[in-house]
């Protein structure tokens, strides 16, 4: 069983930039599907997207395609998840998403284990 920990979160001004960690303890992190999800206030987690075991494939989702760069140093049993031209309406908090099963875990459902997520807040 992994467990996730994530960090680099805060508070930054619009336009500009960050990077979020995810590390894993436990378990063997390369055989893990990751993702980066995030949940806004009143609203559902949402998948912002996520790198296969080997960092081969790489998935983002729309609204932060162009803006985010995932990668993976499986040595260092770490994904992260780096993000540009941040906007107000990236505020959330950041989770990261280990599976077992898919490639790279898209749904909430396709996750088997969670981190307990950093706060992201953009101020305009």
């Known amino acids: 069983q992994v467990q996730l920990g994530e960090s680099g979160g805060g508070l930054v001004q619009a336009g500009g930039s960050l990077r979020l960690s995810c590390t894993a303890s436990?378990?063997?992190?390369?055989?893990?599907?990751m993702g980066w999800f995030r949940q806004a206030p009143g609203k559902e987690r949402e998948f912002v997207g996520g790198i296969s075991r080997g960092g081969r494939s790489i998935r983002y989702a729309d609204s932060v395609n162009g803006r985010a760069t995932i990668s993976r140093d499986n040595a260092k049993d770490t994904v992260y998840l780096q993000m540009s031209s941040l906007k107000p309406e990236d505020t959330a908090v950041y989770y990261c998403?280990?599976?077992?099963?898919?490639?790279?875990?898209?749904?909430?459902?396709?996750?088997?284990?969670w981190g307990q997520g950093t706060q992201v807040t953009v101020s305009s």
């Open positions: 436990k378990g063997t992190f390369s055989n893990y599907g």
């Open positions: 998403a280990a599976s077992r099963l898919y490639l790279i875990p898209s749904a909430t459902r396709e996750a088997d284990y």
